[in-house]
T-cell receptor, first 114, second 113 residues
Framework: EPEVTQTPSHQVTQMGQEVILRCVPISNHLYFYWYRQILGQKVEFLVSFYNNEISEKSEIFDDQFSVERPDGSNFTLKIRSTKLEDSAMYFC????????????FGPGTRLTVT | GENVEQHPSTLSVQEGDSAVIKCTYSDSASNYFPWYKQELGKRPQLIIDIRSNVGEKKDQRIAVTLNKTAKHFSLHITETQPEDSAVYFCAAPSSSNTGKLIFGQGTTLQVKP
């Protein structure tokens, strides 16, 4: 069964550094999402992406964040200058398209900012 | 605004007992209600979902009920087993039409053998 994949599984970085989290959504899916989960808390929406552009972003998704789909398969989340409070699990998700609501989550990247 | 409330935050049951987790949502336009199970350090996994045109859906030991008038939906797990122990999240899509999911706060279910 096709799965969403994410790399790396764990990223440790120093405050102020840039990180890029990578995702490969399921190949025939058209809608892509990033969510964040701080340890012990709920999953929070960051951004949605469709037709090569951001369709919605949350208050968390400020100017330090950006997303890209540089080719036909990868979907990346970049944090330009990491802060301690960016430490969290970041999940990528994708879904097929209109009328099919089910979102498939990747295994997540644990980001630790020191 | 968009909001999903989930109760209880923790639930402890004996193996074989039933467990019920409840969620309420604020957006009356929501029409899809998934439940995710998340084991420690793992991704949320969809275990069951329901569309707004039905009131109940069952899959073996798991069922979900939906009351659109009251804007709440519930997860029912019967004959619980230790491997059901996990954090369960309900979710509902926002009205923004992007498909983004608003998650509840999560319920930590512990099934004691």
């Amino acid at each position: 069964e096709p799965e969403v994949t994410q790399t790396p599984s764990h990223q440790v970085t120093q405050m102020g550094q840039e990180v890029i989290l990578r995702c490969v959504p399921i190949s025939n899916h058209l809608y892509f999402y990033w969510y964040r989960q701080i340890l012990g808390q709920k999953v929070e929406f960051l951004v949605s992406f469709y037709n090569n552009e951001i369709s919605e972003k949350s208050e968390i998704f400020d100017d330090q964040f950006s997303v890209e789909r540089p080719d036909g398969s990868n979907f990346t989340l970049k944090i330009r200058s990491t802060k301690l409070e960016d430490s969290a699990m970041y999940f990528c998700a994708s879904r097929v398209g209109t009328g099919d609501y089910e979102q498939y989550f990747g295994p997540g990247t644990r980001l630790t900012v020191t | 605004g968009e909001n999903v409330e989930q109760h209880p935050s923790t639930l402890s049951v004996q193996e074989g007992d039933s467990a019920v987790i409840k969620c309420t949502y604020s957006d009356s336009a929501s029409n899809y209600f998934p439940w995710y199970k998340q084991e420690l350090g793992k991704r949320p996994q969809l275990i069951i979902d329901i569309r707004s045109n039905v009131g109940e859906k069952k899959d073996q030991r798991i069922a979900v009920t939906l009351n659109k008038t009251a804007k709440h939906f519930s997860l029912h797990i019967t004959e619980t087993q230790p491997e059901d122990s996990a954090v369960y999240f309900c979710a509902a899509p926002s009205s923004s039409n992007t498909g983004k999911l608003i998650f509840g706060q999560g319920t930590t279910l512990q099934v004691k053998p």
